[in-house]
C-alpha cells in the first residue's frame, strides 16, 4: 500500500470541522475562514496558497528559525507560522514586499546548504528545502554557499549529522526538547558558525540521545539522515565518495550557466525514476503496546527507512527500536524451514511433512488423552486475525479451552482490577487524554523506557503544560527524576499507600461525594476494609514519610483531573490484581474517571498483547471477553462456527506448566512466545517443556524455547503480513505487508489454519481482513470493525458499534456494569510472599530496557542497539557496591531459591539500599533462573518482583557491562526549545525585508 503526504512529507492540513467557530480573513484579496487563534499558516495552506514554510511542521509548531513564511499585513512583516488568525485580519503573501522578504530569507538558506539534489539520497519529493527552491523560482544563489567549520558526525549506529548542509532551521531541536523531551539538541547561537550541538558539544556517540530518531524525521533536508538511506535510496547515491564528489562539483559547474531551474528538473526527473523502486507502506510497530505506527521505506528488502508521519496514537514520534530496530527481519539466522526432531537433533523438513506431522500427533493425543491433554498458547507480537484463529483451532477444532497468552505474565492483573471496578479490561482513554490530565500518577512503571512515546507525551505536558508528575518506583527512573513527588515504596508494599490515600481522602472530606453518589456503589463495605490502612501505618509499612504521603493526598484531591498509569512494577506481585484494584478504587474515589484527563491506564507491554486476549486467547473468555461458560455465548459461537464447543474454563499458561509436570498435559502448540525465558522459575518451565510428548514451537528464530521443541515452524514477521494490532489505548490499527515474507517462512495465521484444515476444519480464509470480518460479527465489542474503516492511518478504538463508531474515551456515559455504575471493591493487604532473608539478603527487581525488547531475540539483532546495549547488567547502589567491594564491571554470581546467574555489576544510584535491578534483555543470564513460581491468586500472573537473592562477588572484574557509548552516560541539556531568540539577538540578525524598507522609506 502506498501513502502519500502533501509532498513536504507533511500532511495536508485538515479541513475545519463543521461547526467550529470561526472568524473571516481576506488572504490575497479572497475570504477564507479561520479558527479563532490559529496560526495564519494553517488556513493560508488550507487555501492551497503556496507559501515557502522550511522551519514549519505542524506537529512541532512554530520555530520562527526561517523566515521564509513572512506574509504583510497592514503594512508589516509577520511570520505567517506564528501569527494568530483574527477576526477581518487581511493577509498578502504576495505583496512585492513579503516577497522580496521571503527571498532574501530562503537566500540565507541557500548559503547553509549546497544544492546537488540529483546526487542526493533526500531527492524523494519530500525534500523543504530541495522544493522551497522550486516553489520560489530560485535560478542563482545571491549568498553563496559557505562550507561550516565542522565535520560530519558519524559517531551514531543509526544517522549522520552534516553541519555543512544543516540550514539552522532548529526542527530537530524542538523535536528532541519538546516532543521527545530527551532534551539533547540545541543550537550554537552565539558561535559565529552556528550548527545543532549534542549536549552542548559532545559527539552524538557519547551524547544523552537516545536514538529515538524524532529529529531525523524531521529535518527537511539531508542535514540529519538515516544511515540505512545513505547511498542507496538515489539511482546515483551508491557511487564513491570520490566520485560523487566530482558529480557535485560538475553539477555547482553548472549552475552559474543554466540556472537551478534545469538542474532540478534533472534532479526531478531521477526522483521520480525513485518511485518505481521505493516502497512507502503503513504497517504498525511490532515492539510495545503503544501502537506507533510509520510509513517503512524500502528497497526490495532493504530497509530504507522508517518515517512517522502522522500515526494516531504517536504522531511524528518512534523511539530507538521502532525507528531503527528491524535488522531483524533480514538476518541471516531467520528460520526458513519446518525443523523437526530426530533424537537430540533437528533435520529440516518440508511444509508438508512437518504439517503432517502436527495433525497426526494432535490427533493421536487427543485420542488418546482427551481435548484438554492438549493446550496452545497465543504470542502478543502476533495480530489479532492470528490470535483469533489460535483460539478457534483449540476451541472449535481440538474442543479444549488450554488457550492463553502473554498477557498472563503481566497485564491479567490489570485487566482483573479494572474489571471488578469499571467493566472493562483496558484503558479508561486515549493517550490524548492522558495527556489532558493535570496530574499523573505512576505506579511501578518505567515509562520513559517501556512505554518511550508515551513517556514523551507525560514529559512534555509536565514540561510545557504545567502537568503534575507524581511516581512510586523502587528505582529512580528517567521519570521519577523529572516528578514533582517520587515516591520510594518498600517493594510489594504499594496497595497500602494507595489505600491509606483513599482512606485519607475520604475521612477528611477530600472524597468527590457527588460523583461517588451517583455513580459509585459499594462505598460502605469497602470503606470498611479501609479500617487497616491509616496513613501511619502506610507510613511505618512503606517506609513513606508521613508529610509525603499526605502532601500527594492533597495533590490529588486539588489536581483537576488525575490519570493513573501502572504496569509491570505493579502487576508482577502476588497481590496485583488488588493493587491495580487499590488504584481504580482511588480513582473512582476521587471522580477520577468519565471525563478527559482522568481515568486508569495499565500500559500494556507487547504491541498486540491486548489484542491477544481481546481476539479470545484466554482460557476462560471467547472474543470479547465473553465467558466460555456463558450459555448464550456458547450457542451462538457454535453456530457461527458450527461445532460444539468445551464449556468449562481451560488452563491459563501457569497452570499449564503445573499440569506438564503432572503429567496431564501432553502437547503444546505455542506461538511466537520465548516462554523458557520470558515465564518465571524458569528451570522448571524449561523441565516441563522436557516432559511434554509433543511440542510445537512456531517463531522467527530458533528460540531458547525451540530446543525443547518436537517441531518447529517458521513464520514471518510483522514486516510480512497483514493483519491488525490492538495497542493500549484499544487502538485497532492495520498493518500492512511492507516485505514478502521470506522464502520458506509463513505468517502465521495461514500455518494455523492449514494446521487446522489437516485436523479436519475446512476454514478458507484468504486474507486476514475476512478473519476480522468473521471475529466483529460473533463479539459485539468489535461489531463494526473492518478492514475498510482501518485504511491507511484510519483507527478504531473499541468498542466499536456497528455503525462503525469507537470509543476513544470509555465510561463518557456508564460504567460497564448493567446498572451503569462502578463498583469499589473491598481489599486486604498480605504482603510480599517471598521476603530477604539472611540467606537470599537482597531484594531482585527486573524488568525492560529502553533500546531492548524483552528478552532481546529480535533487538540484539539489531547492530546498533546491540553495539550500544550489549549486556545484560545487575544494577547496585553505591552503598551497596561499597560495602560489598564491587565495582562497574565486578562479575557476580546471583543466587536465588529456584537458580543463578553469572552477571556483571553496573554501579548507579537508579537503585539504593539493598534493592537490585537486572533487566531482562539476556538469553545467556536470564532473570527468570532467579524468579519464582508463586504468584497472583486471582490471575496466576508470576511474582516476577518478588525475588530475593544472595549475592556472591567473584574474582574477576571485567569492563562495564555498558559502553560509554550508551545514552545513560550522557548529560542533557534542558532548554524551553530552540531559542530563537538567540539568534535574533545576533548582530549579523535583522528580519529579512525590514533594511530593504528601511532603504525604501528614505
Ligand atoms: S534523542 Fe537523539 S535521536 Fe532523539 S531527537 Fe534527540 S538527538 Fe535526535
Ligand atoms: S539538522 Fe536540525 S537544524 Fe539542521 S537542517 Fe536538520 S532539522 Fe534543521
Ligand atoms: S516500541 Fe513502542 S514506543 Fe517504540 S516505536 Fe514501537 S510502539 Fe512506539
Ligand atoms: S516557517 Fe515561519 S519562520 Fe519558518
Known amino acids: 500500500m502506498q501513502t502519500s503526504t502533501n509532498g513536504n512529507g507533511k500532511r495536508s492540513p485538515a479541513s475545519l470541522p463543521e461547526n467550529s467557530p470561526t472568524v473571516n480573513l481576506v488572504i490575497d484579496g479572497l475570504s477564507h475562514a479561520a479558527r479563532p487563534g ?161 549536549d552542548g558539544g559532545s559527539t552524538i556517540g557519547e551524547s544523552s540521545c537516545v536514538s529515538c530518531g524524532h529529529c531525523v524525521t524531521v529535518c527537511p533536508c539531508n542535514a540529519l539522515m538515516e544511515k540505512s538511506m545513505l547511498g542507496h535510496a538515489g539511482f546515483l547515491t551508491g557511487i564513491s565518495k570520490q566520485a560523487l564528489n566530482s558529480m557535485i562539483d560538475v553539477v555547482k559547474g553548472m549552475e552559474p550557466e543554466t540556472g537551478y531551474g534545469s538542474i532540478l528538473r534533472v534532479s526531478e526527473i531521477e526522483s521520480a525514476m525513485r518511485e518505481s523502486r521505493i516502497r512507502r507502506t503503513k504497517t504498525v510497530c511490532t515492539y510495545c503496546g503503544v501502537g506507533c505506527s510509520f510509513d517503512i521505506w524500502t528497497r526490495d528488502r532493504h530497509i530504507l527507512k522508517v518515517e512517522p508521519l502522522d500515526g494516531p496514537a504517536n504522531g511524528i514520534s518512534t523511539c530507538i527500536k521502532g525507528k531503527f530496530g528491524w535488522d531483524y527481519v533480514n538476518d541471516p539466522e531467520r528460520l526458513t524451514k519446518p525443523l523437526i526432531r530426530e533424537g537430540d537433533k533437528f533435520r529440516e523438513a518440508s511444509w ?82 492522558i495527556e489532558n490530565a493535570s496530574l499523573v500518577l505512576i505506579v511501578g512503571s518505567n515509562t520513559a523506557e517501556s512505554h518511550p512515546v508515551l513517556a514523551a507525551r507525560v514529559k512534555r505536558a509536565h514540561k510545557l503544560h504545567g502537568q503534575k508528575l507524581i511516581v512510586a518506583d523502587l528505582r529512580e527512573h528517567e521519570m521519577a527524576r523529572r516528578a514533582d513527588i517520587f515516591l520510594h515504596p518498600k517493594p510489594g508494599t504499594d496497595l497500602v499507600w494507595l489505600s491509606a490515600i483513599t482512606r485519607y481522602l475520604l475521612d477528611n472530606d477530600l472524597a468527590h461525594e457527588d460523583f461517588l453518589r451517583q455513580w459509585v456503589n459499594g462505598l460502605d463495605e469497602y470503606k470498611k476494609t479501609l479500617a487497616p490502612f491509616t496513613m501511619e501505618f502506610a507510613s511505618r509499612t512503606c517506609g513513606i514519610p508521613l508529610e509525603t504521603l499526605e502532601k500527594v493526598a492533597r495533590m490529588i484531591a486539588e489536581a483537576n483531573g488525575m490519570c493513573a498509569l501502572w504496569a509491570m512494577g505493579v502487576t508482577q506481585q502476588s497481590q496485583g490484581s488488588d493493587t491495580s484494584t487499590a488504584i481504580s478504587n482511588l480513582l473512582l474515589v476521587t471522580g477520577n474517571y468519565m471525563r478527559t484527563g482522568t481515568g486508569a491506564y495499565p500500559l500494556r507491554g507487547h504491541n498486540n498483547v491486548q489484542g491477544a486476549s481481546d481476539s479470545g486467547s484466554m482460557p476462560n473468555n471467547l472474543p470479547g471477553y465473553q465467558s466460555v461458560d456463558n450459555p448464550e455465548v456458547c450457542t451462538r459461537f457454535e453456530a457461527a462456527w458450527k461445532a460444539k464447543l468445551p464449556v468449562t474454563k481451560g488452563l491459563d499458561n501457569h497452570e499449564m506448566v503445573d499440569a506438564i509436570h503432572q503429567g496431564k498435559l501432553k502437547s503444546l502448540y505455542l506461538i511466537g512466545e520465548e516462554m523458557s525465558l520470558v515465564d518465571s522459575n524458569a528451570n522448571y518451565v524449561s523441565a516441563a517443556f522436557s516432559r511434554l510428548d509433543f511440542f510445537v514451537v512456531q517463531d522467527i528464530f530458533f528460540s531458547a524455547t525451540c530446543r525443547f521443541a518436537d517441531v518447529v515452524l517458521p513464520a514471518s514477521p510483522s514486516l510480512e503480513k497483514e493483519g491488525t494490532f490492538t495497542s493500549t489505548e484499544r487502538r485497532i490499527q ?41 471475529m466483529a460479527s460473533v463479539t459485539p465489542m468489535l461489531a463494526g ?175 562495564s557491562p555498558l559502553p560509554r557509548v550508551n545514552s545513560r552516560f550522557g548529560h542533557p541539556t534542558p532548554q524551553a526549545g530552540v531559542e530563537v531568540a538567540r539568534k535574533w539577538k545576533r548582530s549579523d540578525y535583522y528580519l529579512p525585508g525590514s533594511r530593504l524598507v528601511q532603504i525604501q522609506l528614505k
Open 352 to 433: 508438508d511433512e512437518a504439517l503432517d506431522l502436527v495433525a497426526r500427533k494432535f490427533t493421536e493425543i487427543k485420542a488418546q488423552h482427551g481435548p484438554d491433554s492438549l493446550a496452545f498458547i497465543s504470542s502478543s507480537k502476533c495480530t489479532n486475525e492470528e490470535s483469533y484463529l489460535m483460539q478457534k483451532l483449540a476451541r472449535a477444532v481440538v474442543g479444549t479451552n488450554n488457550i492463553d497468552n502473554c498477557s498472563r505474565y503481566c497485564q491479567a492483573p490489570a485487566t482483573m482490577g479494572l474489571f471488578r471496578t469499571v467493566g472493562y479490561g483496558g484503558d479508561s482513554g486515549s493517550i490524548q487524554d
Open 734 to 774: 492495520r498493518l500492512n505487508q511492507v516485505l514478502e515474507p521470506l522464502p520458506g517462512s509463513r505468517p502465521d495465521w495461514k500455518i494455523t489454519q492449514d494446521i487446522s484444515n489437516r485436523l479436519g476444519a475446512n476454514w478458507n480464509y484468504a486474507h486476514p481482513s475476512e478473519i476480522m470480518s468473521e
Open 785 to 959: 470493525v473492518n478492514y475498510e474503516r482501518l485504511d491507511g492511518y484510519k483507527s478504531l478504538q473499541w468498542p466499536v458499534a456497528a455503525d462503525g463508531s469507537g470509543q476513544p474515551l470509555l465510561y463518557t456515559k456508564t460504567f460497564n456494569f448493567p446498572d451503569g455504575k462502578a463498583r469499589l471493591f473491598p481489599l486486604s493487604w498480605t504482603g510480599p510472599v517471598e521476603l530477604p532473608d539472611a540467606q537470599f539478603d537482597l531484594h531482585l527487581n527486573n524488568g525492560r530496557l529502553l533500546e531492548h525488547f524483552h528478552e532481546g531475540n529480535l533487538t540484539h539483532r539489531v547492530k546498533g542497539i546491540h553495539e550500544k546495549t550489549p549486556d545484560t547488567f545487575v544494577e547496585i547502589s553505591p552503598e551497596l557496591a561499597k560495602e560489598r567491594g564491587v565495582q562497574t564491571g565486578t562479575w557476580l554470581l546471583l543466587i536465588s531459591r529456584y537458580g543463578q546467574v553469572r552477571v556483571r555489576a553496573l554501579v548507579t544510584d537508579r537503585v539504593s539500599g539493598r534493592e537490585l535491578y537486572m533487566p531482562m534483555n539476556s538469553v545467556e543470564s536470564p532473570v527468570n533462573l532467579l524468579t519464582s513460581s508463586h504468584t497472583d491468586p486471582a490471575t496466576h500472573t508470576p511474582a516476577y518482583k518478588e525475588t530475593s537473592v544472595h549475592m556472591e562477588v567473584l574474582p574477576e572484574v571485567g569492563e
Open 38 to 198: 490559529e496560526r495564519l499558516i494553517d488556513p493560508i495552506n488550507r487555501a492551497g496558497l503556496k507559501l515557502p514554510q522550511v522551519c514549519y511542521h505542524p506537529q512541532l509548531g512554530p520555530v520562527q528559525t526561517c523566515d521564509t513564511c513572512l506574509v504583510e499585513i497592514n503594512g508589516q512583516l509577520v511570520r505567517a507560522c506564528a501569527t494568530f488568525a483574527s477576526e477581518g485580519m487581511a493577509i498578502s503573501t504576495i505583496s512585492p514586499k513579503a516577497h522580496a522578504a521571503r527571498q532574501e530569507a530562503f537566500d540565507r538558506i541557500l548559503g547553509n546548504h549546497m544544492l546537488y539534489c540529483t546526487v542526493c539520497d533526500n531527492n524523494n519529493g519530500n525534500c523543504e528545502v530541495h522544493n522551497t527552491t522550486k516553489l520560489m523560482a530560485i535560478e542563482h544563489q545571491r549568498i553563496p554557499f559557505e562550507a561550516k567549520p565542522h565535520k560530519i558526525d558519524d559517531t551514531n549506529p543509526f544517522y549522520r549529522y552534516d553541519p555543512d548542509q544543516c540550514v539552522l532551521c532548529g526542527r530537530c531541536v524542538e523535536a528532541c526538547q519538546n516532543v521527545e523531551v530527551n532534551e539533547t539538541l540545541s543550537i550554537s547561537w552565539n558561535d559565529p558558525h552556528p550548527r545543532v550541538l549534542w
